[in-house]
């Protein structure tokens, strides 16, 4: 039986955004505190630990990505879910060999992100150490490219030339690998 997310934290300078995915969350049983910046998050997590921890890439001061290493300090067994207006690999990469487990974008409903994260604690989690990665953690790469590529192709309509544009990617590698992946 997959572990029930029970507590989260919720960082995000967008108030609207923030406040919303936390009375959603809430809603869903889940006790959702929020942080309107990265320090304040740090703060209350050196209070209280959570399952799940959700931060926004772009945030004033500290980014998400720098924040990272340490909300994983202070929660080593939470599911950490990097949120990011851009569905970018390159920055889905960076998120994950700093600490996050998956990078997902906005916008995000409640039920979408409880759902990856429930699926985040049946995966086995690289150790924070400088050892070489595994077998699994290419298999994590390779999972999150097509996520990022799904949403982008998404975002833009289906269209290829625009989802290459939104992933900074040439249209024709991102056609081979579409091809690739069917």
């Known amino acids: ?8 934290l919720l960082i995000d300078d967008d108030d ?8 959603a969350m809430r809603r869903r ?13 740090l703060v209350a997590l050196e209070d209280a630990p959570v399952d799940l921890v959700v931060v ?13 290493p340490r909300l994983r300090r202070l929660c080593p067994e ?3 879910v990097m949120l990011t207006g851009f569905g970018d690999i390159p920055l889905a990469v960076a998120a994950v060999r700093e600490g996050a487990d998956t990078l997902l974008t906005k916008p995000i409903d409640a039920d979408r ?9 049946e995966r086995p989690r690289a150790p924070l150490s400088s050892s070489p990665p595994s077998s699994r953690t290419t298999y994590k790469l390779d ?13 833009s309509g289906g269209v290829i ?8 990617i040439d249209r024709r590698t991102l056609q081979r690998k579409l091809k690739k992946s069917s």
Do not use: H, W
């Open 29 to 41: 049983g889940v006790q959702a505190r929020t942080a309107a910046t990265v320090e304040e998050g």
């Open 113 to 121: 992100l409880l759902r990856e994260a429930t699926v985040l604690f």
């Open 56 to 68: 926004d890439y772009r945030m004033p001061r500290v980014d998400g990505l720098s924040a990272l």
């Open 143 to 155: 999972e999150l490219e097509r996520d990022a590529i799904n949403a982008a192709l998404k975002d």
């Open 78 to 80: 939470a599911a950490i």
């Open 161 to 168: 030339a625009v989802a290459a544009k939104l992933l900074g």
């Open 16 to 23: 609207a955004f923030r406040t919303t995915l936390q009375g």
């Open 1 to 8: 039986m997959p572990r029930k997310i029970e507590t989260a």
